[in-house]
T-cell receptor
């Protein structure tokens, strides 16, 4: 059973471009969470999704950020018109129902 | 709003020592608590999960305790080894389990050979 997979592992974008981060949960896990780790700061919760539903997006910035978890395929975190302050490590986690969360290796986004 | 604090922020001890990492949280109405380790530039590895109804969990040389009423958890590492060097993160899930995790800033642990 493969762990949580994230791609790409490293992503470089110029200011104003779009960033798409993908997360494939562990097999059998229907709950997906996205977290952001800014340099020198702790991990912050962004959004919690189940298949085709956003359960809690209280940690998502109001603009430019969106997330989805379609019926088929990976969960996508989308950042439009990236700015330098978006540079961070973005982690995805999955769990079976509301239990222990297992984290992926992260996507490190650098905005030039 | 839930806040999680970890003390100390950094710790360096000789190999073989037993050590305790501390975690405190402001809202005792938690659903569960998880301890993770994070190696530099890597993702998080789940170490232990304690449900709100439990007092402690053990895995190998690791033991985590939970005192929900006082808002505290400790992670005990026995017979520390250089391979234990990492950042240890405490995270709390609040509400009815429908919330994301709230993380502390971690304890950066170095075990000297």
């Amino acid at each position: 059973n493969a762990g949580v997979m994230q791609n790409p592992r490293h992503l470089v974008r110029r200011r104003g471009q779009e960033a798409r981060l993908r997360c494939s949960p562990m097999k059998g896990h229907s709950h997906v969470y996205w977290y952001r780790q800014l340099p020198e700061e702790g991990l912050k919760f962004m959004v919690y999704l189940q298949k085709e539903n956003i359960i809690d997006e209280s940690g998502m910035p109001k603009e430019r950020f969106s997330a989805e978890f379609p019926k088929e395929g990976p969960s996508i975190l989308r950042i439009q018109q990236v700015v330098r302050g978006d540079s961070a490590a973005y982690f995805c986690a999955s769990s079976p129902q509301d239990r222990e969360q297992f984290f992926g290796p992260g996507t490190r986004l650098t905005v030039l | 709003k839930q806040e999680v604090t970890q003390i100390p922020a950094a710790l360096s001890v000789p190999e073989g020592e037993n050590l305790v990492l501390n975690c405190s949280f402001t809202d005792s109405a938690i659903y569960n608590l998880q301890w993770f380790r994070q190696d530099p530039g890597k993702g998080l590895t789940s170490l232990l999960l304690i449900q709100s109804s439990q007092r402690e969990q053990t895995s190998g040389r690791l033991n985590a305790s939970l005192d929900k009423s006082s808002g505290r958890s400790t992670l005990y590492i026995a017979a520390s080894q250089p391979g234990d060097s990492a950042t240890y993160l405490c995270a709390v899930r609040s509400g009815g389990g429908a919330d994301g995790l709230t993380f502390g800033k971690g304890t950066h642990l170095i075990i000297q050979p």
